[in-house]
């Protein structure tokens, strides 16, 4: 569940980076949708190690 979490938070963060900046709209998608797959990447693998170390899966 960390994982998708963490997609959602990235693709808000990204999309905002890119409004401030002031990227049209396919720019704040494509910087929302790269933020999300990094977030979200990164959300995958700390779920993972989080069980791991906690002995829950």
Request: glycine share 20%; no cysteine; charged share 10%.
């Amino acid at each position: 569940m960390i994982g998708p979490l963490f997609a959602i938070i990235g693709f808000v963060w990204g999309y905002l980076v890119a409004r401030r900046r002031g990227g049209k709209t396919l720019d704040r998608l494509q910087y929302g949708v790269g933020f999300a797959i990094a977030f979200g990447l990164f959300g995958t693998l700390l779920g993972i190690a989080l069980a791991r170390f906690l002995g829950t899966a």
